[in-house]
């Protein structure tokens, strides 16, 4: 069992950066892979961006590429994203995210992932 505890949302005008936390406790196995999501009210949960836990693998959804980055602290335990050059469209709930089965090509769906933090709440003024 894994528990999830993001940090670090907030308002921001257009243009600011912010950096997410998710604090993991259970262990991490090399298997995992972590990912974060995204909701608006009103719209479904959408895939921003994906690490492998052993080896770092990246991937990003288009509408955050080249603007955020993922990362993780594996002494800590801890997983990041860096955003910057935020937009209004940005505003969300943000989640973190588990998958602890091994999969060859990193998932883009929510029902792909195990285990789900409270999120975070990111709000970008124009």
């Known amino acids: 069992q894994v528990q999830l505890v993001e940090s670090g949302g907030g308002l921001v005008q257009a243009g600011g950066s912010l950096r997410l936390s998710c604090a993991t406790s259970?262990?991490?196995?090399?298997?995992?892979?972590m990912a974060w999501f995204r909701q608006a009210p009103g719209k479904e949960r959408d895939f921003v961006a994906a690490?492998?836990?052993?080896?770092?693998?990246?991937v990003y959804a288009d509408s955050v590429k080249e603007r955020f980055s993922i990362s993780r602290d594996n002494a800590k335990n801890t997983l990041y994203l860096q955003m910057n050059s935020l937009k209004p469209e940005d505003t969300a709930a943000y989640y973190c995210?588990?998958?602890?089965?091994?999969?060859?090509?990193?998932?883009?769906?929510?029902?792909?992932?195990?285990?789900w933090g409270q999120g975070t709440q990111v709000t970008v003024s124009p």
């Open positions: 995210a588990a998958r602890w089965r091994s999969i060859a090509t990193v998932p883009r769906s929510s029902n792909e992932y195990d285990y």
């Open positions: 259970g262990r991490i196995l090399n298997t995992y892979t």
């Open positions: 690490i492998r836990w052993f080896g770092g693998n990246t």
